[in-house]
């Protein structure tokens, strides 16, 4: 299998060259040559990692076998079920509980694969990477954990300071691997993205530190994140399924698209939204533009630019790279895309969309937890009440958070507090690592410098 990217201007590229690009060179994103057929019948009996095993093996032909699966053994072993990402029944949905992992989110079934990943390929090589990343919270700390204490590797990850929930801070803070070195920044989420790509922009200083990225963009992670899809369907045995996720960068539910042109009989993936409903505006109304960021209780998905559109969009208009070139370009200077009714059937053929209120969300989680006992985190509320508006059977509906990381929204909906597992429990009270540093390019460039002199 090779890659390209959805621009054109790159391709030829093997899995692991598409692994360390991560963004494509000509501002696109990577995306395979073809998108393999899957055959349902052999996957039957599989467990989870013997499902990633098979589903990988079509992506990925630079990695010998043996190795694959030992990247797959180590990547899973931290999960707290054998089953990974285990299937319940409640209330007439499937939740598939995707927050088995070292941080309680989906995140996770990504990052700790790629961490592995990462280790492997730069042990090959003979190389080492500096990976540099912004945070609003859950994309750090399951970054943290997947890269934590590995050789070859050192981790710089700028959050705002005071400006990330307490379970987060923790999470990220107070981890003892001398590789990792959190920077929490006197400014926003955006600021710290900011100082990010000014960095990332002096190519100078990019080579010399040997800095890497791993956002969302990543091939690698839409990988690791199809399994689930398969898996689920392997637990329900429904053979006309539904997949309710809740939505921001487009990360997650693309990869249920990949699954779904692969093979797997989904009949629709249901696009759940909170009060940033770029998306829900897109799939409903052909309306992709650009709005402000709202604060709400599912801060996961606060977002306003979906990073994983354009691989959507390379498939929407049948691969014409050069289509989706000048489109982007067009959204990069208009912050808006229209898209005619043509279009939108195709769209809708694949998606449904729904946006869910801050109010709807909380109470979601009380009617779900008063009619099951069950407590579903505010992300995969709204995923739940998007399946539920849907009106269709058979919705499995993704759980992306364990609730006690949103211990105050949960406590909002059902008045009190849900159980901890140990493993954020054990955070309370531990040493806390981190450098605060002002909204500084600069200033975060003599960080990263003097770390790594010493
Ligand atoms: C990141 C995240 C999401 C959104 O996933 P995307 O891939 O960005 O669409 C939803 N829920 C939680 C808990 C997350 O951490």
């Not at 095993?53 to 010998?64: P, V």
Request: include cysteine; charge should be neutral.
């Amino acid at each position: 299998m090779k890659y390209k990217s959805t621009r054109g201007g790159v391709g030829g590229l093997t899995f692991t060259e598409a692994f360390l690009m991560g963004l494509a060179t000509d501002g696109g994103l990577i995306v395979p040559d073809n998108i393999p057929i899957v055959d349902l019948d052999r996957l039957k009996d599989l467990n989870y990692k013997e499902l990633a095993f098979e589903i990988f093996k079509l992506f990925i032909d630079d990695i010998d076998e043996g190795s694959i699966k030992d990247l797959i053994e180590k990547s899973y072993s931290t999960f707290d079920t054998e089953e990974i990402t285990p299937v319940v029944r409640k209330n007439g949905v499937y939740i598939l509980e995707l927050f088995h992992g070292p941080t309680f989110a989906f995140k996770d079934v990504a990052l700790q694969f790629l961490g592995n990943l990462f280790e492997y390929v730069l042990k090959e090589r003979g190389t080492y990477v500096n990976v540099l990343g912004a945070t609003s919270g859950d994309t750090g700390s399951a970054a943290i954990y997947g890269l934590k204490g590995r050789e070859n590797i050192n981790i710089f990850i700028l959050h705002p300071h005071n400006k990330v929930s307490r379970i987060q801070k923790l999470q990220m803070t107070t981890v003892e691997d001398r590789n990792v070195y959190n920077i929490a920044i006197k400014g926003t989420f955006d600021d710290c993205q900011a100082i990010v790509k000014s960095i990332f922009g002096d190519v100078e200083f990019k080579d010399r530190y040997h800095l890497a990225a791993v956002n969302s963009i990543n091939w690698a992670r839409i990988l690791a994140q199809i399994v689930y899809y398969f898996y689920a369907y392997l637990k329900t045995q429904v053979d006309e399924l539904y997949f309710s996720v809740p939505t921001g960068n487009f990360g997650d539910i693309f990869a249920g698209y990949v699954a779904k042109r692969m093979g797997l009989p989904i009949k629709k993936l249901i696009l759940a939204t909170n009060s940033n409903d770029i998306l829900y505006r897109f799939v409903n109304f052909g309306d992709y533009s650009k709005g402000e960021v709202v604060k709400t209780l599912s801060p996961s998905m606060d977002i306003q630019i979906a990073s994983n559109f354009e691989r959507y969009l390379y498939y929407l208009y049948d691969g014409d790279c050069e289509k989706v070139k000048v489109n982007m370009e067009r959204f990069q200077k208009d912050g808006s895309l229209k898209f005619p009714l043509d279009v939108l059937k195709k769209v809708r053929e694949d998606f449904d969309s729904f946006r869910v209120s801050e109010k709807d969300t909380l109470n979601t989680i009380k009617t779900f937890h008063d009619e099951t006992g069950y407590i579903i985190d505010p992300h995969t509320a709204c995923g739940v009440f998007a399946a539920k508006r849907s009106g269709y059977r058979n919705v499995v509906c993704l759980a992306t958070a364990h609730p006690a990381k949103f211990p105050e929204a949960i406590y909002e909906a059902i008045g009190r507090y849900p159980e901890a597992p140990e493993a954020i429990k054990k955070l309370e009270g531990k040493k806390q690592r981190l450098k605060v540093l002002d909204n500084s390019v600069d200033e975060v460039k003599r960080f990263i410098e003097k770390s790594l002199a010493d």
